[in-house]
């Protein structure tokens, strides 16, 4: 059974702080993973992408993949009350060229 | 703008009763996915489309019913035989079927038993 794993949660991280949330994979041939973010009561939204491993940089968010642990972790930085959501983590199954194995999702708090 | 709509936002279903959840897009995207949520857990697919007048069934399809006449639209009908319904539907679509692709979703529609 390929599983994303992530803690639930909820994470608590002070306002202006670094936030990391983690999701270990266990399909060794997954090549692509996905963050998304989903604010309570609204759909998932695209947060970040990457492919390749090491990090990747977008404004206040860094994505980081390291196949060969099989983990992958966001970073964001400066953390805003705004940013308090669930983010979820997926992976491109190898197994399916066309489905993702998706994470239950950490709920993240920021205090103000 | 472009985007995916999902139509209704709520919706309550009798028993006995099958309901069809809309689902449109003006991405041009080839193709479309159902998800469902339920509290506190991860999305499961319940069917997904990769080109009009095919699809194929995901981890839970049972009781529910698709169809793919355009590339516009991919509408789910949740069916008497899902005995358990309630929870949260989202659709979603990517540039092509190819799971490298991200998935951009719909605002999703609720599904409530009256």
């Known amino acids: 059974q390929k599983e994303v794993e992530q803690n639930s949660g909820p994470l608590s991280v002070p306002e202006g702080a670094i936030a990391s949330l983690n999701c270990t994979y266990s399909d060794r041939g997954s090549q692509s993973f996905f963050w998304y973010r989903q604010y309570s009561g609204k759909s998932p939204e695209l947060i970040m992408f990457?492919?390749s491993n090491g990090d990747k940089e977008d404004g206040r968010f860094t994505a980081q993949l390291n196949k060969a642990s099989q983990y992958v972790s966001l970073l964001i930085r400066d953390s805003q009350p705004s940013d308090s959501a669930t983010y979820l983590c997926a992976g491109a199954s190898s197994g399916s060229n066309y489905q993702l194995i998706w994470g239950a999702g950490t709920k993240l708090i920021i205090k103000p | 703008d472009g985007g995916i709509t999902q139509s209704p936002k709520y919706l309550f279903r009798k028993e006995g009763q099958n309901v069809t959840l809309s689902c449109e897009q003006n991405l041009n995207h080839d193709a479309m996915y159902w998800y469902r949520q339920d509290p506190g857990q991860g999305l499961r697919l319940i069917y997904y489309s990769q080109i009009v007048n095919d699809f194929q069934k995901g981890d839970i399809a049972e009781g529910y019913s698709v169809s793919r006449e355009k590339k516009e639209s991919f509408p789910l009908t949740v069916t008497s035989a899902q005995k358990n319904p309630t929870a949260f539907y989202l659709c979603?679509?990517?540039?092509?079927?190819?799971?490298?692709?991200?998935?951009?979703f719909g605002d999703g529609t609720r599904l409530s038993i009256l």
């Open positions: 979603a679509s990517s540039n092509s079927g190819r799971s490298n692709q991200p998935q951009h």
């Open positions: 990457i492919y």
